[in-house]
């Protein structure tokens, strides 16, 4: 195996030393430690081109952020959010940071704190969130629902001059249903437009779409419920993590023929990884595509050759990992001194239209400002009113289907022995 130019970036569930930390992966060596961001909650971890380090606390409604070269948050830069975050990702033009507030979506214009948008799709709490490039949004929930989403049509000039209560959510290109349980993690390939989409989920299948139009291709079915996945960026291997610390390799060079194939332990096209003693929370391929990292409530971060499925480094951490992935090695991380490139702003907490002067970011990351004089007082009470009563009816539908939806869940993980 080579050096490759690359970190790795890992956090847990015990925060006394440190939130989150950059490690040489090859030495073992820790090479920068983030401090003071209590316990980074799963898929919350990102960056911000190469200037920054974002994570969203586990038991806060707070986002903390790090210079990439300083142990310190910034100075008087609080991002607060309306709820604790369950899901953090910032897109791949560093131009837009969404989150996962319950079962809400909402996206802010990084460079302005401006809150572009709030969505409501999902019934119960959004668990991951991925882009694709600057062109879609994927999101997946408690709920077994993974929705898609035009990028564009979220952060539109159309979809934003009023306020989206008046305007209406805006449709997802398209959602899909077809996990029972809740989804897990989701990966999604590095072609753009002609990419694929892997979820994995509690109810032991791992499934396989078309990005554009959401085409189910395959449906993989394993013997133990699934917590983890990635796939190499030729999207030739997955790897998917098990609830009972069990990594296994499926090739997907040679597919089965058939729409849903269960997976057997004497299949030739699986192979394991074996070292894990308890559920793995995340996985993440290097660079170029040698060497495997997987974090799990045995609280170790273990580093793999995948050619030979060989561990070659242990990584030991104080508490169950909660975030792990390969970055670029850049210089900004050992500058002493550095000019960021992006600008971070706090965060809008709620949808406000109602100011004289308004900045509309689009896609191409420009603004336009503009004046709204036109004021109808009564119209705006009399559709205040209609909305107040429509809330509190969708508040009351919300809890009697969590009921539901946990009694059922309930019944579904002792039947099948699910933790």
């Known amino acids: 195996m ?72 910034l100075k008087n830069q609080k991002l607060i959010l309306p709820e604790r975050a369950s899901a953090v990702s910032v897109c791949p033009y560093n131009t837009f940071l969404s989150a996962g507030i319950g079962s809400k979506l909402y996206i802010w214009q990084i460079s302005s704190g401006k809150l572009l948008c709030v969505q409501q799709k999902h019934l119960q709490p959004i668990t991951c969130i991925r882009f694709v490039d600057n062109d879609f949004l994927i999101t997946g929930g408690q709920d077994g ?10 952060v539109s000039l159309q979809s934003n001059i009023l306020p989206q209560s008046e305007v209406g959510q805006t449709e997802p290109l398209y959602s899909k249903l077809d996990h029972s349980l809740p989804i897990t993690d989701i990966h999604v390939g590095n072609f753009g437009v002609k990419s694929r989409i892997v ?60 729409a849903q194939f269960h997976i057997s332990k004497s299949d030739k096209n699986l192979s394991s990884f074996v070292g894990h003693t308890k559920k793995i929370n995340c996985l ?13 409530e045995d609280c170790q971060v273990l580093i793999w050759e995948v050619k030979s499925r060989q561990i070659i480094r242990k990584l030991e951490h104080k508490g169950s990992i909660t975030n792990i992935s390969f970055v670029m090695k850049h210089q900004n991380i ?31 990351n420009e603004k336009i400002e503009f004046n709204d004089e036109e004021n109808d007082s009564n119209k705006q009470s009399g559709v205040n009113q209609t909305i107040a009563e429509l809330e509190a009816e969708l508040s ?19 039947y099948n022995n699910v933790n």
């Open 145 to 154: 629902m993974l929705i898609v989403y035009n990028l564009g049509s979220l």
């Open 334 to 364: 050992f500058s002493q001194n550095f000019k960021p490139l992006f600008i971070v702003k706090a965060l809008e907490r709620s949808l406000d239209f109602a100011s004289e002067k308004l900045i509309v970011p689009v896609i191409q």
């Open 199 to 258: 979820s994995v989920s509690i109810d032991q299948t791992c499934k396989i779409y078309n990005l554009v139009d959401g085409g189910l291709l395959l449906t993989i079915v394993f013997d133990n419920p699934l917590t983890a996945v990635v796939v190499d960026i030729a999207f030739w291997n997955i790897y998917v993590g098990s609830n009972f610390g069990d990594l296994i390799h499926f090739d997907l060079r040679n597919p089965p023929r058939t």
């Open 284 to 296: 993440s391929l290097n660079l170029n595509g040698e060497v495997l990292a997987s974090g799990s």
């Open 2 to 73: 080579t050096l490759q130019p690359d970190l790795l970036l890992t956090s847990c569930q015990v925060s006394q030393q440190w939130t989150a930390c950059f490690w040489d992966y090859t030495s073992g060596n820790s090479i920068q430690a983030y401090k003071g961001g209590g316990v980074a909650a799963p898929n919350t971890a990102n960056l911000i081109g190469n200037d920054f380090i974002i994570t969203g606390e586990s038991t806060k409604p707070l986002l903390h952020i790090w210079p990439v070269n300083s142990q310190e948050q």
């Open 396 to 414: 009351k539908a919300n809890v009697v289907n969590k009921q539901l939806y946990d009694g059922m869940i309930k019944l579904i993980k002792k």
